[in-house]
């Protein structure tokens, strides 16, 4: 005999109700009361081991129907199905079509802490790489240059070393380090 769904507006599994799979509370304590306040059940409802809640009440993306392997021999993915669905883990009763529209919620169950957490890592990493990028393309195009003319308008804007001598001639630009010590000689030019 198969169980019927625990839900209260539900059919499943009844005389005259359809024929559906079900799926017992789970054992974790948290989430097993989150599935009873699913539920809003107002007649003091606990589940015993022999409740169900049947495949109506959950997204069809949260029952698992088959079992996926992939093998390495053919390099084909090989999809079965399963005698009996399973939920994924941490699934959460949401839809109950034969109740009121506030009881059932298509909305995604909320991002845990953790992936919270990295999503915005993420974010602000993307960020702060965008940035460091533009800084990079704005640091290359103050210093590039094409010409003679446009080099000594570069240098104009940078700051050198103060042991640096500038020398321009008609034709070039020359950096020397003058070492003065006895007398005047080139160090680096």
């Known amino acids: 005999m198969p169980h019927k769904c625990a839900v209260a507006t539900c059919r499943g599994n009844y005389k005259n109700g359809p024929k559906v799979a079900v799926f017992k509370f789970p054992n974790e304590t948290e989430l097993r009361m989150k599935w009873i306040r699913s539920l809003r059940r107002k007649d003091g409802f606990q589940p015993t081991k022999h409740t169900r809640v049947c495949e109506l009440h959950f997204r069809s993306d949260e029952i698992i129907r088959e079992i996926e392997m992939y093998d390495e021999k053919s390099a084909k993915l090989i999809k079965a199905p399963i005698s009996r669905p399973r939920l994924k883990k941490g699934c959460i009763p949401s839809q109950f079509p034969d109740g009121p529209s506030y009881m059932s919620s298509n909305s995604v169950s909320r991002m845990s802490p953790e992936k919270k957490k990295a999503r915005l890592e993420e974010k602000y990493l993307e960020k702060a790489i965008e940035e460091s990028l533009k800084m990079k393309e704005r640091y290359d195009n103050e210093r590039s240059f094409e010409s003679l003319i446009e080099f000594n308008n570069c240098l104009e804007h940078q ?10 001639t008609e034709n070039s630009t020359m950096l020397l380090d003058i070492l003065s010590d006895p007398a005047p000689e080139i160090q680096k030019s």
């Open 159 to 168: 700051i050198l070393e103060t042991f640096w001598t500038t020398v321009h």
